[in-house]
Every structure is written in C-alpha cells, then in structure tokens.
C-alpha cells in the first residue's frame, strides 16, 4: 500500500469529507474452484479499519461491485479498471473546476492557468517563509489561488505572452514567481521587462535582458536540473537593474 494514499484518506476522515466508498471483488471461477479477492479499495478500507473511533464517519453506506472471472488470466483486464491514469482526472483537469467559476478565465488554456498558480503558489511560499504564514494550497488545489481578483489578473496580463519565443518560460515556477512579484510592484516597468525577456527582442544584442533570455534558456537545458530559486534569483537580479535603471529615466 501507498502511504501517501492512505495519508490522504485520513486527512479526509479528520476534516469531515470522507464520502461514501466504493469497494470491488471479484469471484474467480476457475476449474470449478470458487477464490474471492478484493479488487480494489484497499487504501480506504485500511483507513477505516485501523482509524481512531472519534474520527470514523457515521451514517455512510459502501457499496461493493463484484466482477466474476472465468480465469486468472482476466485478472490484468480487470485490474485497468481501476485508477487507470488514462482515464484518471489530472491536476489540470481540475483546475476547469476552478477557472470556469470566473468569466475572464473561462477562455484561457488550463495547462497555462496551472503554470500561473504554480509560480503563484511558489512566490507565496517565499513570502510565507520571510514572514508570517499564508494560506498554501496543494498542487490539485492551486486553482484556489485564482480567487483573488489580482491572480486573475496577472494570469491575464501574462497571456499576452502565450505564444512568445520564450513562453516555455511559464513552465518554471521560480521565473514566474518573480514576475509575479515583479508585477505586482510595478506592473507598466514588469510589462516592458518581461516583454522584451520573453520575446528576446531588444534590438541591441548585448541588453540585460537578452542575456537574461540566454542564461535561463542554458540552465533549462542543464543536467542535473537547475533548482528553481536559482532561476528566481537570476531572473531579481536582472529586473533590479532594470527598474533601477527605468527609474533613472524617468527622473
């Protein structure tokens, strides 16, 4: 048995939103002999049999479905049946759930809005370690980050780059996480940043953020894999000196 699975469960069970299961067995019939086996529900039933009674559900009912097999050769087709990840609902199948509550997302791709809620989510574990903690959500969970207004609105803002050169970018949540941070600053100084970083596209060769361009795009190739605050930390370094150096126009 998977632990993680079982931990799951009795998180369920202690938070009142353990629902009623469903459990399997099949009956094999094999040269007249008659061999019960549980087929699936291992996780909850473990769970419930080995649970503290304060926190067993009352009033929920089980239901068993019983599959009979003519031999054990049936047994690995049966097996598919169950959690099969071709059918099983993915992280971003969930987050539709979520984006369809909010009219200004509804049309934006969800394997995009579940990279904006993973750079999200990686920024405000950052603050939440500098200071007090926050509200974290799990990764099936990060659509819940878009229930505030400005989440939505930076996954907006950053759609415009869906198709830019570098829009694999979006895909590294310590990149995303300082724009995020970037955004929320200075949004107009973000916008031109970030513009010119994912599209590569200052004219002069040696810009700051052309380098910037270059540097993540090695590191996105490296073996072992980069570790993503070093991508966070790079990408600060470069939008300090930009907004500095903005700044000093502007004066």
């Known amino acids: 048995m998977r632990a993680s699975r079982l931990k799951h469960f009795e998180q369920l069970l202690r938070g009142r939103a353990f629902s009623s299961p469903n459990w399997s067995k099949a009956i094999l019939l094999d040269d007249d002999e008659r061999e019960e086996m549980r087929a ?15 926190i067993f559900p009352r009033g929920l009912s089980v239901t068993v479905n019983v599959y009979h097999l003519d031999s054990a050769s049936d047994l690995p087709d049966l097996f598919d049946l169950f959690d099969n990840p071709l059918s099983a609902r993915s992280n971003t199948d969930k987050m539709s759930v979520y984006a369809a509550n909010y009219e200004e997302l509804d049309g934006l791709d969800r394997g995009f809005l579940a990279k904006v809620a993973r750079g999200i989510d990686y920024y405000l574990r950052d603050v939440s370690e500098a200071q007090s903690p926050l509200l974290l959500h799990v990764n099936r969970e990060h659509g819940l980050y878009f229930e505030k207004p400005d989440s939505r609105t930076f996954a907006l803002w950053l759609y ?31 916008g031109e940043f970030w ?8 004219p002069d060769p040696n810009d700051d953020t052309r380098e910037l361009a270059a540097t993540l795009k090695d590191w996105a190739r490296k073996q072992p894999t980069v570790k993503q605050d070093k991508f966070r930390a790079r990408a600060r370094k470069f939008w300090e000196r930009y907004k500095r150096q903005a700044a000093q126009v502007a004066a």
């Open 160 to 190: 415009q780059w869906r198709e830019a050169r570098h829009s694999w970018m979006f895909s590294k949540p310590g990149i995303i996480a300082e724009a995020y941070s970037d955004w929320r600053a200075f949004p107009v100084v973000a």
């Open 40 to 54: 699936d529900g291992q996780h909850t039933s473990r769970v419930l049999a080995t649970c503290d009674e304060a």
């Open 195 to 202: 513009a010119q970083v994912f599209n590569e596209s200052n």
